[in-house]
T-cell receptor, first 115, second 113 residues
């Protein structure tokens, strides 16, 4: 157990639907990051939150949105799902941000399959 | 935009052989990190290098950060089947001001017993 909790572990849904992925960061970590991992595509940065505020956006589609709540857990909302959205979605957390960030702690991921 | 590239994409070795993966950034990095992802698992942080020319060792793993802080390497001596997985390097995005990382596409290592 890495300390970062992601739910659900698996999700199968139809095209056009909307899903919500949830992440609880490791205790004490203020930064939360979302990454998408497609087959042979590595880890693509989607979005970053720090202590409740959005810090940076990566290659996140307009159909996707996220937020971090006061208790620091985060949710990634994916809407109007397409077949190409099928991927592993990882949440990671770190104590701080910037130069003192240190390593990420990743959750076990949510495998999304769009059919 | 900023890119982090890794070679090779795949490496197949016989158990006991050495393995090296190389990482190159399009920009100078304030630090570089390495992660390992076992098959079916999630990335796990291995190490962070900060100083130019820095070399760090973890048992059979040797990590090096280039003098220009634009490249790095991971060398595994005498591979074991437990080393199987994908090794990613990652560098800070936005010059490190935001804290998020750009990951290379990884080198997938397979070890034949």
């Amino acid at each position: 157990d890495s300390g970062v909790t992601q739910t659900p572990k698996h999700l199968i849904t139809a095209t056009g639907q909307r899903v919500t992925l949830r992440c609880s960061p490791r205790s004490g970590d203020l930064s939360v990051y979302w990454y998408q991992q497609s087959l042979d595509q590595g880890l693509q940065f989607l979005i970053q939150y720090y202590n409740g505020e959005e810090r940076a956006k990566g290659n996140i589609l307009e159909r996707f949105s996220a937020q971090q709540f006061p208790d620091l857990h985060s949710e990634l909302n994916l809407s109007s799902l397409e077949l190409g959205d099928s991927a592993l979605y990882f949440c990671a957390s770190s104590q701080s941000t910037g130069a003192r960030m240190g390593g990420y702690t990743f959750g076990s991921g949510t495998r999304l399959t769009v059919v | 935009g900023q890119q982090v590239m890794q070679i090779p994409q795949y490496q197949h070795v016989q158990e006991g052989e050495d393995f090296t993966t190389y990482c190159n950034s399009s920009t100078t990095l304030s630090n570089i990190q390495w992660y390992k992802q076992r098959p079916g698992g999630h990335p796990v942080f291995l190490i962070q290098l900060v100083k130019s020319g820095e070399v760090k060792k973890q048992k059979r793993l040797t990590f090096q950060f280039g003098e220009a802080k634009k490249n790095s390497s991971l060398h595994i001596t005498a591979t074991q089947t437990t080393d199987v997985g994908t090794y990613f390097c990652a560098g800070p995005n936005y010059g490190g001001s935001q804290g998020n990382l750009i990951f290379g596409k990884g080198t997938k290592l397979s070890v034949k017993p």
